[in-house]
C-alpha cells in the first residue's frame, strides 16, 4: 500500500502543465524495455548470434576436414586440444585488451581473425603444422566473443540494466545450436564439410556491416521534472518528490519506492 501522502504527490505530479517535464539525455538506459526497443540490443543480439554459429560450424568441419586429410586420432586429439587452449587463452587476452582498446577497433581485429583463418583452412589444411595453428588462431578469436560483449553491453545499455540486457544477449548461444543442427541435416550434405568452413567465415565478416552501424555510445532519453521549472514547485511537494512515495509491503514494512526526481 502507498501512503496516501504519497499519493497527494503523485497526483499533483501527473496535474502539472507540461512545461514542468522536459527530456533529458542521459548514458544509462532507464529500463530492459528501452533497451528492447533499441537498434543496439538487436544488432548486438545478431552480432553475437553470427558468431556464435561460426564457432559451431568451425567446431563440427574442422575434424571431418583433418579426418579427410588422413591424419589419425593422437593427432586430431591433440588440435581439439589446441582448439579449447586457445578459446581459454582468447577469453583472457581479449577481455582484457578491452580495458585498453575501443570495442570498435578491438572487436574488427577480432573478425579478421574469425573470418579469415576459417576460409583459408582448406587451402592449408594438408600441412600439418598449419592446420593446427589455423585450428588455434580461431579458437583464439572466437573466444574474444565471451568476453567483450559483457562489458561492452555495460557501456552501450548502462550498469543499472546492462547485466540483465547480456542475459537476454547470451541467448544466441542456444540459438547458433539449432542453427548447427539445421545446417548438419540440410546444408552439410550439398556443401561438404570444406565448403561449410569457408561458408562460416563469409558469415563472420557480415558482423563488419552490424558493427559499422552499432553505436556504442548511445544516449537515452528520460522525462524528468525540468530545473527550470523546479523552483516554482511548493517546498512540501519537492521534498515528497525528492524522498519517493512510502511504501508499505506485505509484512507491515515501510520502505521508500524510487524518487521521482
Given at each position: 500500500?502507498?501512503?496516501?501522502?504519497?499519493?497527494?504527490?503523485?497526483?499533483?505530479?501527473?496535474?502539472?502543465?507540461?512545461?514542468?517535464?522536459?527530456?533529458?539525455?542521459?548514458?544509462?538506459?532507464?529500463?530492459?524495455?528501452?533497451?528492447?526497443?533499441?537498434?543496439?540490443?538487436?544488432?548486438?543480439?545478431?552480432?553475437?548470434?553470427?558468431?556464435?554459429?561460426?564457432?559451431?560450424?568451425?567446431?563440427?568441419?574442422?575434424?571431418?576436414?583433418?579426418?579427410?586429410?588422413?591424419?589419425?586420432?593422437?593427432?586430431?586429439?591433440?588440435?581439439?586440444?589446441?582448439?579449447?587452449?586457445?578459446?581459454?587463452?582468447?577469453?583472457?587476452?581479449?577481455?582484457?585488451?578491452?580495458?585498453?582498446?575501443?570495442?570498435?577497433?578491438?572487436?574488427?581485429?577480432?573478425?579478421?581473425?574469425?573470418?579469415?583463418?576459417?576460409?583459408?583452412?582448406?587451402?592449408?589444411?594438408?600441412?600439418?603444422?598449419?592446420?593446427?595453428?589455423?585450428?588455434f588462431c580461431t579458437a583464439f578469436c572466437s573466444g574474444g566473443n565471451f568476453t567483450i560483449f559483457p562489458p561492452?553491453?555495460?557501456?552501450?545499455?548502462?550498469?543499472?540494466?546492462?547485466?540483465?540486457?547480456?542475459?537476454?544477449?547470451?541467448?544466441?548461444?542456444?540459438?547458433?545450436?539449432?542453427?548447427?543442427?539445421?545446417?548438419?541435416?540440410?546444408?552439410?550434405?550439398?556443401?561438404?564439410?570444406?565448403?561449410?568452413?569457408?561458408?562460416?567465415?563469409?558469415?563472420?565478416?557480415?558482423n563488419f556491416a552490424l558493427l559499422y552501424v552499432l553505436n556504442v555510445k548511445p544516449k537515452w532519453t528520460i522525462?524528468?521534472?525540468?530545473?527550470?521549472?523546479?523552483?516554482?514547485?511548493?517546498?512540501?511537494?519537492?521534498?515528497?518528490?525528492?524522498?519517493?512515495?512510502?511504501?508499505?509491503?506485505?509484512?507491515?514494512?515501510?520502505?521508500?519506492?524510487?524518487?521521482?526526481?
Amino acid at each position: 500500500t502507498v501512503n496516501p501522502k504519497s499519493f497527494r504527490a503523485i497526483n499533483r505530479v501527473s496535474t502539472m502543465p507540461l512545461e514542468y517535464f522536459k527530456d533529458v539525455d542521459t548514458r544509462e538506459c532507464p529500463s530492459v524495455q528501452a533497451a528492447f526497443q533499441s537498434k543496439e540490443f538487436w544488432l548486438m543480439l545478431l552480432m553475437l548470434s553470427i558468431s556464435a554459429v561460426v564457432d559451431f560450424l568451425f567446431a563440427m568441419a574442422y575434424k571431418e576436414i583433418g579426418i579427410r586429410q588422413g591424419y589419425g586420432d593422437s593427432f586430431l586429439t591433440a588440435v581439439g586440444c589446441l582448439f579449447s587452449v586457445g578459446n581459454a587463452s582468447g577469453r583472457i587476452v581479449w577481455g582484457t585488451l578491452y580495458e585498453s582498446f575501443p570495442f570498435k577497433q578491438l572487436y574488427s581485429t577480432l573478425l579478421i581473425g574469425q573470418s579469415f583463418f576459417p576460409l583459408t583452412l582448406p587451402l592449408i589444411a594438408s600441412v600439418r603444422p598449419l592446420f593446427g595453428t589455423w585450428v588455434f588462431c580461431t579458437a583464439f578469436c572466437s573466444g574474444g566473443n565471451f568476453t567483450i560483449f559483457p562489458p561492452c553491453t555495460n557501456d552501450v545499455f548502462g550498469l543499472g540494466v546492462g547485466g540483465i540486457v547480456y542475459s537476454y544477449l547470451a541467448t544466441c548461444f542456444s540459438w547458433g545450436a539449432f542453427i548447427l543442427l539445421f545446417g548438419n541435416l540440410f546444408v552439410l550434405p550439398y556443401l561438404g564439410y570444406s565448403k561449410l568452413v569457408i561458408m562460416a567465415g563469409v558469415i563472420s565478416s557480415m558482423n563488419f556491416a552490424l558493427l559499422y552501424v552499432l553505436n556504442v555510445k548511445p544516449k537515452w532519453t528520460i522525462t524528468t521534472i525540468g530545473l527550470v521549472k523546479k523552483n516554482s514547485i511548493d517546498k512540501p511537494l519537492l521534498a515528497e518528490l525528492k524522498e519517493g512515495p512510502e511504501m508499505k509491503n506485505a509484512d507491515g514494512n515501510i520502505s521508500r519506492a524510487k524518487s521521482f526526481i
